[in-house]
């Protein structure tokens, strides 16, 4: 059975991975990436090459979600995927079910503080960015998704639709805000280990989880990345430069830097959701 790590792109998924991956895959705690690669990201065309070969057609590939979930799913060992891709339906055709699904942390961040860190990865302006956080889209294979989803079309939608398709109606739902873990990482620690102990066996003490603390910290992160051993990051588009992943991090407040314009729109455009989430 899966349990899902969902998000939005570049609200705090790789550091819950990062955690998870060192609370689940580790005996001490200390984190390092090749457990984070135990946490595979679906869609990818590893799961769905059975099926199809027809990778950028979304109505080829939303015939094969569930079958190729219940493929993964033979063993009835829980497994972790990551996913930026919509909980939603295409033509009826579910992207996952309860019958493939044992549980799901939904990682959130503050949209306002999503406009830079997007404009960063993707390389586009701040006007750009905010027009790709409140419209639904889906991304092709070769153009904007470098998103590491082993080149397969993923309907990513708006983000308002990304977090009400994922949080409306869902069963052993856990959501974890980026801001909490910025704020008390030790409290959000403690939220995901009790959640994951409803669904799978394993070990932790105090001393295992100061070595996640700080093994996962940003800056121990961002340190990967400077040695070179962080492979999530994407490539600047036309060279072989890469785009930093862990740009700003803690340090991205909106209040510093988001024009007052853009800040007035998506406090506009999404004000239900920025008052339900405690943003407003």
């Keep these: 059975m899966i ?38 990201q679906y869609p990818q065309r590893q ?17 094969h979600w569930i079958t190729s979930q219940e493929r993964i799913n033979l063993d009835t060992k829980i497994k972790f995927f ?21 549980a799901t942390i ?3 961040r503050d949209p306002r503080n999503l406009i830079d ?4 990865h993707f390389g586009k302006s701040i006007e750009d960015s905010k027009k790709f956080l409140l419209t639904s889209k889906i991304l092709s294979p070769g153009k904007e998704i470098e998103l590491k989803g082993g080149n397969v079309i993923t309907y990513l939608g708006s983000w308002k639709e990304h977090y ?14 980026y801001e909490d873990l ?33 093994s996962t910290s940003f800056e121990a992160l961002k340190k990967f990345e400077e040695d070179g051993k962080f492979t999530e990051n994407v490539f600047v588009k036309g060279t072989n430069e890469k785009v930093k992943f862990f740009n700003k991090g803690p340090d991205n407040n909106w209040e510093d830097s988001l024009p ?19 943003y407003l």
Excluded: M
């Design 182 to 214: 910025v704020k008390n990482i030790h409290n959000e620690i403690d939220k995901i280990i009790a959640f994951l102990k409803n669904f799978i066996d394993f070990e932790v003490s105090d001393i295992k989880k100061e070595s996640i603390i700080k």
């Design 117 to 120: 860190s997007i404009s960063n």
């Design 3 to 40: 349990i899902w790590v969902a998000s939005y792109p570049k609200s705090g998924n790789t550091w819950v991975r990062s955690i998870i991956s060192s609370l689940i895959y580790t005996e001490d705690g200390i984190f390092d990436f090749s457990s984070i690669k135990k946490i595979d």
């Design 164 to 177: 009400r398709f994922w949080t409306k109606d869902n069963e052993n739902l856990l959501i974890i805000k």
């Design 82 to 102: 990551k996913t930026h891709h919509l909980n939603c339906k295409v033509d009826n055709y579910p992207f996952t079910n309860k019958e493939c699904t044992r």
């Design 47 to 63: 799961f769905l090459e059975y099926f199809t070969q027809d990778y950028n057609n979304i109505h080829e590939i939303k015939k």
């Design 106 to 108: 939904y990682i959130i």
């Design 260 to 278: 007052e314009d853009i800040r007035r729109e998506l406090e506009a455009e999404l004000k239900d959701e920025l008052i339900e989430l405690g």
